[in-house]
């Protein structure tokens, strides 16, 4: 477990130090900062919520027909899509099927 936890520490470190010349290292600096914090002011917590999460924007697209018909057949449920990648994110950041979009590059 140490093993993971060092790599993990070394990513991070090493995305930090690619940031100021690797635009997608910015974007993943930048979109964890206060990241938890936007989400919690932003999300209602009374609020029923399906979370989906795509990793990709090509992943967001062989999902849509999921989140179209979640939305047509429970329109009770708010829905929360997440993004891993900035440029999946940036493309569909304002998706009008989703109620909360986040990048999540955790």
Do not use: C
């Not at 009374?46 to 795509?54: D, K, N, Q, V």
């Not at 992943?59 to 999921?66: T, V, Y």
């Not at 929360?80 to 950041?93: A, D, H, M, Q």
């Amino acid at each position: 477990m140490w093993i993971y936890n060092l790599g993990l520490v070394l990513y991070v470190w090493a995305i930090a130090l690619a940031s100021p010349w690797h635009r997608k290292a910015k974007l993943w600096i930048d979109g964890r900062k206060g990241l938890f914090r936007r989400m919690k002011e932003s999300i209602d917590p009374s609020a029923r919520i399906i979370w989906i999460h795509a990793a990709s924007l090509g992943e967001f697209e062989q999902g849509r027909p999921l989140i179209e018909k979640i939305r047509k057949e429970h329109p009770e449920y708010k829905i929360l899509l997440t993004f891993f990648s900035p440029s999946g994110y940036e493309i569909r950041k304002n998706y009008d099927q989703a109620d909360y979009i986040f990048y999540l590059p955790i």
